[in-house]
C-alpha cells in the first residue's frame, strides 16, 4: 500500500474531522508506504489542523495486513481511480464494511452485503455511512463471504476437482 494523492487520503481526513465532530469514538488508520513527501507532509498538516492527532495513527506496510484488518470495523477506499483492488477485497472478506468511491470498479463489491459505493466526495455524508455502519455493526458472516467468493468463481474445492479432472484424462 501506498500514500500518493491518488488515494485521496486528504478526503479521508475530511470524513475523519466530521466523525470528530460528531462526537464518534473511532481511530483511523493509514496503512501505506509514504513514498510522496510533500504529499505525506500535507497529509498530516490536516491533520494538524484538524487536531485530529489523537484520531489518525499511520501504520507502517506491512507482510501480515489480515492482522490489521481483523481489528477495523470499516474500511474508507477515497481513491481518485483505482484498478482491481486487492485492499477492497480483502477488507471485505475480513468482514469489515467497505465504503468505496466511484473511482473503484464496480466488480470489486464481491456482493457479500458489506460493500457500498458512494457516487460522491462529501464528506458529510461518508461520515454518516461510516457512523451507521460502525453503529450498527454492520459486516459480512463468513458464510456470506465464503458463498460471495464461491458466486464469483473462487472455489478453491471446485478448482481442485477441475485439475484433478484434467489429470484423470
Known sequence: CFVPPVKNYLFAIDVVNELKNQNKDFVFFIVGLKQN????????AKVNEYGLNDYVVYIPPKQDVENAYAIMNVVLGTSI???????????????????????????????AGNCEHIETFDAKLWAEKVAYAMENQIEASPNARKNALVNRGFDLDEEVNKIAKEYEK
Open 37 to 44: 513527501a510533500e504529499y505525506t507532509e500535507k497529509l498530516f
Open 81 to 111: 481511480r483505482e484498478g482491481f483492488s486487492l485492499t477492497a477485497v480483502e477488507a471485505q472478506l475480513s468482514g469489515a464494511y467497505t465504503l468505496l468511491s466511484n473511482g473503484y470498479p464496480k466488480e470489486v463489491n464481491l456482493g
